[in-house]
Nanobody, 115 residues
Framework: QVQLVESGGGLVQPGGSLRLSCAAS????????MGWYRQAPGKERELVAT???????DYADSVKGRFTISGDNAKKTVSLQMNSLKPEDTAVYYC?????????WGQGTQVTVSS
């Protein structure tokens, strides 16, 4: 089992920055990919960014150049640095972890971008 807990969400003005963190516990050594997804009311959950155990990362086109994903195996965390935030970034952000046959989710943290 893998447990994921997100933190760092909140209210920020357009153009501002926010850093999300995800603390993982359990069988973390078998995790191959971790990432961040987001879901706005009435919309489907969408990929934001992923990072592999080897350190390679991938981003949705909508956040490239603005968001940075990072991981720390020793501290059992994955983070998402969000810069130049836009109102369209408003959503509940979820931490995700993938094993060969398992998929785990955190409870989500709200990010609201508004003036």
């Amino acid at each position: 089992q893998v447990q994921l807990v997100e933190s760092g969400g909140g209210l920020v003005q357009p153009g501002g920055s926010l850093r999300l963190s995800c603390a993982a516990s359990g069988n973390i050594f078998s995790i191959r990919v971790m990432g961040w997804y987001r879901q706005a009311p009435g919309k489907e959950r969408e990929l934001v960014a992923t990072i592999t155990s080897g350190g390679s990362s991938d981003y949705a086109d909508s956040v490239k150049g603005r968001f940075t994903i990072s991981g720390d195996n020793a501290k059992k965390t994955v983070s998402l640095q969000m810069n130049s935030l836009k109102p369209e970034d408003t959503a509940v952000y979820y931490c995700n972890a993938k094993r060969i046959t398992s998929n785990y989710w955190g409870q989500g943290t709200q990010v609201t971008v508004s003036s």
